[in-house]
T-cell receptor
Framework: NAGVTQTPKFRVLKTGQSMTLLCAQD?????MYWYRQDPGMGLRLIHY???????AKGEVPDGYNVSRLKKQNFLLGLESAAPSQTSVYFC??????????????FGDGTRLSIL | KQEVTQIPAALSVPEGENLVLNCSFT??????LQWFRQDPGKGLTSLLL?????REQTSGRLNASLDKSSGRSTLYIAASQPGDSATYLC???????????FGAGTQVVVTP
């Protein structure tokens, strides 16, 4: 039972390069989320999706884009990486609220360094 | 804007002592409050979820209370063990889309 899987686990980029982080979940969850975690700041929501083909901005969306072409996958893209985007990125998924209050399930994170 | 605070940022206790972790939030209009555990280099694991209409939830040695009117939640861990060493985060769900606002966490060390 894989749960939420993030790839890659680690990556080093140079300023200006682009990359895509992949999140896959096998729990048939409707909602998916991308967070970043920085020291001393907790997790902050970047973008989220409430269903296949939908995306919405979170608290810190600038510099990121997302896509949800399939229900089980949620992609986070950095078009032109900046050192300020050095962080640990977490993907999470959950059922919709109409299915009851359910906790979010998290992947193990992607550690991204921008030089 | 909802703000979530966890004090203290770090805590060290001897094995066997009860742990008390605090979480406060500024806006009482929440759907639920969630407590998570995070081990170094790992993702978050859900511990307890308290709906806004509930006062507490229990799971084994863990008990979480919620006082929505005062904007506070407390996580109690009874008879702490070295395996309880981790960072504990609380988060409040702020809308029906499941958006969470997190505190910065309390790093706990339980010494043998």
């Amino acid at each position: 039972n894989a749960g939420v899987t993030q790839t890659p686990k680690f990556r080093v980029l140079k300023t200006g390069q682009s990359m895509t982080l992949l999140c896959a979940q096998d729990m048939n969850h409707e909602y998916m989320y991308w967070y970043r975690q920085d020291p001393g700041m907790g997790l902050r929501l970047i973008h989220y999706s409430v269903g296949e083909g939908t995306t919405a901005k979170g608290e810190v969306p600038d510099g990121y884009n997302v896509s949800r072409l399939k229900k089980q996958n949620f992609l986070l893209g950095l078009e032109s990486a900046a050192p300020s985007q050095t962080s640990v990125y977490f993907c999470a998924s959950s059922y919709g609220l109409w299915q009851g209050h359910q906790p979010q399930h998290f992947g193990d994170g992607t550690r991204l360094s921008i030089l | 804007k909802q703000e979530v605070t966890q004090i203290p940022a770090a805590l060290s206790v001897p094995e066997g002592e009860n742990l008390v972790l605090n979480c406060s939030f500024t806006d009482s209009a929440i759907y639920n409050l969630q407590w998570f555990r995070q081990d170094p280099g790992k993702g978050l694991t859900s511990l307890l979820l308290i709906q806004s209409s509930q006062r507490e939830q229990t799971s084994g040695r863990l008990n979480a209370s919620l006082d929505k009117s005062s904007g506070r939640s407390t996580l109690y861990i009874a008879a702490s063990q070295p395996g309880d060493s981790a960072t504990y985060l609380c988060a409040v769900q702020t809308d029906s889309w499941g958006k969470l606002q997190f505190g910065a966490g309390t790093q706990v060390v339980v010494t043998p």
